[in-house]
């Protein structure tokens, strides 16, 4: 299944753009797992699938579907 995912911020450039727009994802998959198989998920704050907040302590209950667009925020920095 493949899911679109919006990167905010510093994540913006970590990926190529044809990874963003359809990045491969098993089916029955979680959020966590996407996170987790990314190379910048450490980075990753804040999640939201189709507008939708999904907070990190619900991540693993979270099931992806196929079309899903998933935005990815890093943390927000500054004074």
Do not use: C
């Amino acid at each position: 299944m493949k899911v679109k995912l919006d990167l905010s911020g510093e994540l913006d450039d970590q990926l190529p753009d044809s990874a963003v727009q359809a990045w491969a994802t098993p089916d029955g998959g979680s959020l966590a797992q996407l996170v987790s198989s990314l190379p910048f998920a450490d980075r990753v704050a804040l999640t939201s699938v189709n507008g939708v907040m999904v907070p990190p302590d619900k991540r693993n209950a979270y099931i992806l579907n196929d079309g899903d667009e998933v935005m990815m925020l890093p943390p927000i920095k500054g004074g």
